[in-house]
């Protein structure tokens, strides 16, 4: 069933139905859409349809193995309860049905995603082989956006609104970069290094092609939560020597490239762009943002409009009615779920989020097994990533931030009382599936003191 569950999440992932370039290259994956994402006459996706089979299959096997986390499934649940609940409040208030479900759906499946993880994986093992078919989906939608770029999209790279895949591919190539990186802390050699530093330009490259300025802010952010919650040890003492050594080069890189046109500092222009560049797009993202504040003022600032229910446009210079969905699926997520939810149904909604970031960082900073502490960094990390993605660029209407927030999730459900690092579980569960683990080191000239684990 790992097997299973990780090659729908894979094929999902490499879906390029709505990819830029399936006009000018074809879309050989987009087969996925009509097997798996089309809705079934019971109004339900088959992609959905196995995941509760799967669910429901491994449900009981999952729970004789180590129950789930408590306040996690407590966390789900209540996102699960909000969503239904302002659902039917929105209907109740006039909301179009279509719409409703057309925003809701994804939120629902996500939910469902968590838990078939959850169910399913039994072994830190098994998250980190998740993490090797997340990292093909971003190898294969990379070298599309390569392949675009030397055949057809080289013209329009930086021009505002464009790109050669899709929006949320900024999710699996930031996470394929974070995943890496962490790889190459935890098995170094020579070779590995030079592996994953040819794959991390691979992916780096691909980003900047595909001109979504907000995917450096995303990597930017996910190191930084990335090295809060990496363990104390001889690998972050290691990482703090390099970047010191790396230092002078970046203050260099950044004083000298600042507002500068030439290709190297192409990263650079993307990032500062982000909050000083005002152009056509940045203009309509700030009305659009006044009109979910107007929204969330005008109908309930606790309750909110309810699903099914447009947003408020408070101007339309910037108008993309052609696109029939505009009023009901904003860009900024975040102040999209305030406007439709308020803050009450927020609350429900973002529960999860610090929660999924609290345990597993806790299995990062506690575990004995160095494939638990592997995985569960990610598990933090990638959670910043995916809010960056709700507030800038329709995360949550978009497959890849939600599922990535569902493994992360289904991490904070199951690994915690698999490694023994919340309810008091049974030290063999910790060990399942994995070589027995030294004791930890002490550090030398400290009696009796364990150092933090190392990622080796």
Same mark, same amino acid.
């Given at each position: 069933?790992?097997?299973?569950?990780?090659?729908?999440?894979?094929?999902?992932?490499?879906?390029?139905?709505?990819?830029?370039?399936?006009?000018?290259?074809?879309?050989?994956?987009?087969?996925?859409?009509?097997?798996?994402?089309?809705?079934?006459?019971?109004?339900?996706?088959?992609?959905?349809?196995?995941?509760?089979?799967?669910?429901?299959?491994?449900?009981?096997?999952?729970?004789?193995?180590?129950?789930?986390?408590?306040?996690?499934?407590?966390?789900?649940?209540?996102?699960?309860?909000?969503?239904?609940?302002?659902?039917?409040? $929105?209907? +109740?208030?006039?909301?179009?049905? #279509?719409? &409703?479900?057309?925003?809701?759906?994804? @939120?629902?499946?996500? /939910?469902? !995603?968590?838990?078939?993880?959850?169910?399913?994986?039994?072994?830190?093992?098994?998250?980190?082989?998740?993490?090797?078919?997340?990292?093909?989906?971003?190898?294969?939608?990379?070298?599309?956006?390569?392949?675009?770029?030397?055949?057809?999209?080289?013209?329009?790279?930086?021009?505002?609104?464009?790109?050669?895949?899709?929006?949320?591919?900024?999710?699996?190539?930031?996470?394929?970069?974070?995943?890496?990186?962490?790889?190459?802390?935890?098995?170094?050699?020579?070779?590995?290094?030079?592996?994953?530093?040819?794959?991390?330009?691979?992916?780096?490259?691909?980003?900047?092609?595909?001109?979504?300025?907000?995917?450096?802010?995303?990597?930017?952010?996910?190191?930084?939560?990335?090295?809060?919650?990496?363990?104390? $040890?001889? +690998?972050?003492?290691?990482?703090? #020597?390099? &970047?010191?050594?790396?230092?002078?080069? @970046?203050?260099?890189? /950044?004083? !000298?490239?600042?507002?500068?046109?030439?290709?190297?500092?192409?990263?650079?222009?993307?990032?500062?762009?982000?909050?000083?560049?005002?152009?056509?797009?940045?203009?309509?993202?700030?009305?659009?943002?006044?009109?979910?504040?107007?929204?969330?003022?005008?109908?309930?600032?606790?309750?909110?409009?309810?699903?099914?229910?447009?947003?408020?446009?408070?101007?339309?210079?910037?108008?993309?009615?052609?696109?029939?969905?505009?009023?009901?699926?904003?860009?900024?997520?975040?102040?999209?779920?305030?406007?439709?939810?308020?803050?009450?149904?927020?609350?429900?909604?973002?529960?999860?989020?610090?929660?999924?970031?609290?345990?597993?960082?806790?299995?990062?900073?506690?575990?004995?097994?160095?494939?638990?502490?592997?995985?569960?960094?990610?598990?933090?990390?990638?959670?910043?990533?995916?809010?960056?993605?709700?507030?800038?660029?329709?995360?949550?209407?978009?497959?890849?931030?939600?599922?990535?927030?569902?493994?992360?999730?289904?991490?904070?459900?199951?690994?915690?009382?698999?490694?023994?690092?919340?309810?008091?579980?049974?030290?063999?569960?910790?060990?399942?599936?994995?070589?027995?683990?030294?004791?930890?080191?002490?550090?030398?000239?400290?009696?009796?003191?364990?150092?933090?684990?190392?990622?080796?």
């Amino acid at each position: 069933m790992v097997r299973l569950v990780s090659l729908l999440l894979f094929l999902v992932f490499v879906d390029d139905d709505s990819c830029a370039y399936r006009l000018h290259l074809g879309a050989p994956m987009a087969w996925v859409t009509n097997v798996l994402l089309v809705p079934s006459p019971i109004k339900i996706r088959p992609f959905d349809l196995i995941m509760l089979v799967i669910l429901i299959m491994g449900s009981s096997q999952a729970r004789a193995k180590a129950p789930l986390v408590a306040p996690m499934r407590n966390a789900l649940f209540l996102m699960l309860g909000t969503t239904v609940f302002w659902l039917l409040y $929105g209907l +109740a208030r006039g909301g179009e049905f #279509r719409f &409703a479900t057309w925003q809701t759906y994804l @939120i629902l499946s996500t /939910v469902l !995603v968590a838990f078939t993880v959850a169910a399913t994986f039994r072994t830190p093992a098994d998250f980190c082989g998740l993490g090797k078919w997340l990292l093909a989906a971003a190898i294969y939608r990379a070298a599309m956006c390569w392949i675009s770029y030397f055949t057809w999209g080289r013209e329009i790279v930086g021009q505002s609104g464009a790109y050669l895949t899709n929006h949320d591919d900024t999710i699996i190539w930031v996470d394929g970069l974070l995943l890496l990186i962490v790889h190459s802390l935890d098995r170094r050699s020579f070779k590995n290094l030079l592996r994953n530093g040819a794959l991390m330009m691979f992916f780096m490259i691909a980003i900047q092609w595909n001109s979504r300025r907000l995917a450096w802010v995303s990597l930017m952010m996910g190191l930084v939560v990335l090295y809060a919650v990496f363990p104390f $040890g001889v +690998a972050k003492r290691r990482i703090n #020597r390099m &970047a010191m050594s790396f230092l002078p080069v @970046i203050v260099l890189y /950044v004083a !000298v490239g600042w507002g500068r046109q030439e290709r190297i500092f192409l990263p650079l222009k993307s990032l500062s762009s982000v909050s000083t560049k005002e152009d056509a797009s940045t203009l309509a993202r700030n009305a659009e943002n006044l009109g979910l504040i107007a929204t969330a003022n005008t109908s309930s600032f606790v309750m909110g409009a309810g699903w099914g229910k447009p947003y408020i446009p408070l101007t339309m210079k910037y108008d993309i009615s052609s696109f029939e969905l505009w009023q009901y699926v904003p860009h900024n997520s975040i102040l999209g779920l305030l406007a439709f939810t308020g803050v009450v149904g927020f609350v429900g909604f973002w529960t999860a989020i610090p929660t999924s970031v609290f345990l597993n960082a806790r299995v990062a900073r506690m575990a004995s097994d160095p494939r638990a502490r592997s995985a569960a960094l990610i598990g933090v990390a990638q959670v910043i990533v995916c809010a960056n993605q709700l507030y800038g660029d329709m995360g949550i209407f978009f497959i890849k931030p939600m599922y990535v927030l569902a493994v992360s999730y289904a991490m904070a459900l199951r690994m915690p009382r698999l490694v023994g690092v919340w309810g008091g579980a049974a030290p063999k569960a910790a060990g399942a599936g994995a070589a027995p683990q030294p004791p930890a080191r002490t550090r030398p000239g400290v009696r009796g003191r364990a150092a933090g684990p190392d990622v080796t």
